[in-house]
T-cell receptor, first 115, second 111 residues
Framework: DQQVKQNSPSLSVQEGRISILNCDYT??????FLWYKKYPAEGPTFLIS?????DKNEDGRFTVFLNKSAKHLSLHIVPSQPGDSAVYFC??????????????FGTGTLLAVQP | DVKVTQSSRYLVKRTGEKVFLECVQD?????MFWYRQDPGLGLRLIYF???????EKGDIPEGYSVSREKKERFSLILESASTNQTSMYLC??????????FGSGTRLTVV
């Protein structure tokens, strides 16, 4: 039962263009969402997050949008740079009857930014 | 600079061996986690711990156990390694639900 889904395993974009990574979730009890970035042979690093009381959060080139009614969030990277090439994981957290302190991760999307 | 340190970057073990993966954090975090990462499956939670000597099963605990005798250290134990446990293992710690810090990972190969 995959509660957080990233349906695109990979994405390729040109340098300077916009990258849009998508994530869907099924549990309406999730109230906080995060994006992590992972390079090969390294651990994931936190990128950006959004609370369910907001619909947008921006940090430099990175913007996360949340559509609660659709249970969908997206990460926009503008402009994309070759150093952005990595695997991006969407994650969700909330008080959903189990432990409150664990994140549920999606399957990841491999972003390749072509020079 | 805060850190989560995993003792080994690469390990090769034989089927049936008992394997210990060690993780140490220097942030005084209450919560620690073990995940495995596999292609197409993302990060899956194996076990986590809220406090010393406390542990809870994650989504895929079968074949694994954990130990947390000290706040800073969380060990993952493969009781009898099998080839389907070949994976990237990631340790993380957090103060709350939202800020996980991950280690660099251990690439385990079971032959």
């Amino acid at each position: 039962d995959q509660q957080v889904k990233q349906n695109s395993p990979s994405l390729s974009v040109q340098e300077g263009r916009i990258s849009i990574l998508n994530c869907d979730y099924t549990n309406s009890m999730f109230d906080y969402f995060l994006w992590y970035k992972k390079y090969p042979a390294e651990g994931p690093t936190f990128l950006i997050s959004i609370s369910s009381i907001k619909d947008k959060n921006e940090d430099g080139r990175f913007t996360v949008f949340l559509n609660k009614s659709a249970k969908h969030l997206s990460l926009h990277i503008v402009p994309s740079q070759p150093g952005d090439s990595a695997v991006y994981f969407c994650a969700a957290s909330g008080n959903y009857g189990g432990a409150t302190n664990k994140l549920i991760f999606g399957t990841g999307t491999l972003l390749a930014v072509q020079p | 600079d805060v850190k989560v340190t995993q003792s080994s970057r690469y390990l090769v073990k034989r089927t049936g061996e008992k394997v210990f993966l060690e993780c140490v954090q220097d942030m005084d975090h209450e919560n620690m986690f073990w995940y495995r990462q596999d292609p197409g499956l993302g990060l899956r939670l194996i076990y986590f711990s809220y406090d010393v000597k406390m542990k809870e099963k994650g989504d895929i605990p079968e074949g694994y156990s954990v130990s947390r005798e000290k706040k800073e250290r969380f060990s993952l134990i493969l009781e009898s390694a099998s080839t389907n446990q070949t994976s990237m293992y990631l340790c993380a710690s957090s103060f709350d639900s939202y800020g996980y810090t991950f280690g660099s990972g251990t690439r385990l190969t079971v032959v």
